[in-house]
Each structure stands twice: as C-alpha cells, then as structure tokens.
C-alpha cells in the first residue's frame, strides 16, 4: 500500500500503511493518548475522533482516554472499520479529509522521535506460558537429562502460571535487579540478596480484545478472534531465585519484578498475510484444542545486547513460527475450565528459541545454564546480565518489500535495591 505520508513508502520502515499500529504516546502536559504510527509519524487519534473524521464507537468517544481498552473492547467489526478507515484517510489517492487539511494534519500529526510512547493499553491480568518446545527441551535437559527434559504433560496442553500484570512496563523503563531468596547447591540454607543470574526469555505477547463469560469455554477460532493484536515481550526472569523457590508451585518472585513490552500493539489484520502453521504433531490434541487453520505467524526476531556505554551486540535470531502452540491455543485453554478474560489481558507466548545456539530466546540456554559464555562485540564475555545491561527485542514480519514492525522492546538493568541492616 502506498500512502502520502512519504516516510511510510520506505523499504526500511517498521510502519508502512499495511502495519498502522495501534499505541499511546505522551504530550507535551504529560497526558496520554491512543494514536497509530504510519512511517516516522504518529497520528492522534483524540484528534481525527474529537473533529469528527473518525467515528469508532458510534458516537460514543474512545480515543479520549490515555489507553486502548475502549477501544478494543468494541470488538472485531469495530476494529476492521477503524483500519478502513485509516487506511483510506493515508493511502495515496484517499479520502482527502486529513491529507487535504493543513490544519488538520498540523493537529493530529507527529514526528515519532518528539514524542515519549506510554503503555499502550491497562494490562488486565496477566499469564505466561511454556509453549517453546526447543526452550523446554534445552531446560529440561539441563535439569532433569534428556530423556526426561520434557514434562508427560507438555505434548498435550500449553503449561501456564498466572503472572503479575502490575509490573508489565512498555519499552524504555528501567528497572533495578531484583532480590530475593538464593540458596547455592552447597548451601545448608538460602540466604537473601541481589539476584545473581538475571535473564531474559524472548517473547510475543497476545493482547486480549474482547473477553468472554465466566463459564463459558471458546474454540480456538472463537479464541483467536477475541485477539486485538500481538506485541514483542521480554519476561525477564531471576534463573538463581527460580531455582530456590519453583517447587512445587512454579515462578513467583523470580518473574514479578518486570516483564517489558513493545509500544506498538500490532493487529490480526496487519498480520494475515504471514499466517502459518503450528508444527505436526506427536499426540494428537484434545478436540478442544484443535486448529481451524494456521494461527502462528511468520515474525522474525532478534535479541541484541549492550553492555553500558558500549554499541550492542546481537546475540539471537530467531522466528515466532518455532512455537508448539499459538496464542489463540492458549487463549482456549485458558477459557476452557470457566475462566474469564477480559478486555487488556495479556498472555505471553513462552520462550521463542529455534534449534541452533544462535537462535535461542534465553541467556539460560545461549551460555548452557553459565557453562559456555558469549563473547560480546565489545570483548566483554556474559553469562548472564549485569547491571547497566541494555537488552533491547526486535521483531517484524517480512513481506516483498515492506516490513511489519513492534518498534523496539528495551530495557536496561539498574542496581539492586539496598534492604536495611
């Protein structure tokens, strides 16, 4: 798709006019505001509502709130006339409402790099997953041996734990290592401390749209339309405080202290084109889980690592379509006992890896659990994340031409905090 907006037409944007995700950007008073980027630029989408350009709710605002959830509680008509919409008010040749209006375009247009970009939409609840059959394997052999790496379980049903969505950050927010209980193998009892063996697990988080009755499971066709779109997710993990306190329960203090997403919600539709198949598989699934069609997609993606005040390093380059269940999967499962979702929810894939070193979504398994570090561009060697560490995820789906892109997911390492004597 071409657009008048120049910077979209360019082989090396993220947001072409086929993308125009959805986020929230700050203004010069601090407020947020719903927008989507097309090119270098943002257009408010506060503005287009508020002059009567764009109508989503049917008269009812809402762009005027500093998240999405009104507007993706609307649904799936709704969201498919919004992008109709968008796409003919920016498409070369167009509805001239907003690229004939100077001082429309002057209202409602930005250069991306003046604005701060805000959490895109209130984060419901939150649930990760286990859904990397290479993460899992390399895991569970480092733990249990390869003949028992993967769970009895784990070929028949996404393995799951509820997470923390108060600490869920959109990319650039910093965060301080975290504590917690540790206690070594030789250890006669844990003692307390800064984690010592901080990690990232590369990610894609599913946004939840619309949501269903307490009660009442969906399909998995039911459940991939309740999916407004996906964002790029670092879950970022405590290996060391993990390892003291997961059993029997799972995660708990090694994984709420930060999970970090991208600013741009990306849509289904933008997406279709790269729609592919989840892998064959071993078992075949319960009829509940089943497939109506392909519900992956084909997204490249890339870990790159920068030590402080040094240029980064790329350490991983892997692809979403290496997962063992889709997000519309998950989303079923999770449903599938009485669960109620809801509008904002947020489930993150599980650990993309692939089956080479070089394609592995985790520290933990790039460097063997510690056992074979990586030399970084700079000389430095890692093992796991130090402080000043900036990890930044990037991720696009590559089509003839043009790129879909999430725009960055970054984060960078502080300091533990000091707990009294």
Known sequence: MKSWVESANSATTQFPLNNLPYGVFLDADGAGSPCVAIGDMIVDLAVLEDEGVLDAGGGEAVFDVPFLNEFMDLGSDAWASVR??????????????????????????????????????????????????HHATNVGTMFRGKENALPPNWLHIPIGYNGRASTVVVSGTDFPRPNGQLKGPNDAVPSFGPCKRLDIELEMGAVVGTGNQMGQPVSVAEADAMIFGYVILNDWSARDIQAWEYQPLGPFQAKVFASTISPWVVTKAALEPFRTSTPEREFE????????????????????????????????????????YSSAQQLAHHASGGCEMT?????????????????????????????????????????????GDTVTLRGGAKGDGYTIGFGDCAGTILPAVKFPA
Request: aromatic share 8%; with cysteine.
């Open 285 to 324: 699934l319960l009829p509940y889980l089943q497939e109506p069609g392909p519900m992956l997609y084909n997204i490249d993606l890339e870990v790159a690592l920068a030590p402080e005040g040094k240029d980064e390093t790329v350490i991983s380059r892997t692809n979403y379509n290496e997962m063992y």
């Open 84 to 133: 109709a919409r968008l796409i003919d008010l920016l498409e070369e040749g167009g509805d001239d409402a907003l690229s004939g209006s100077d001082d429309l375009r002057e209202a409602c247009m930005i250069a991306q790099a003046e604005v701060e970009m805000a959490m895109p939409f209130v984060v419901g609840e939150y649930t990760d997953f286990y859904a990397g059959r």
């Open 343 to 387: 509008t904002g929810d947020l489930l993150g894939s599980g650990t993309i890896s692939g089956p080479e070193k070089d394609q592995r979504g985790a520290l933990l398994e790039i460097t063997w659990s510690g056992a074979e570090p990586i030399t970084l561009d700079s000389g430095e060697t890692r093992t796991f994340l130090e402080d």
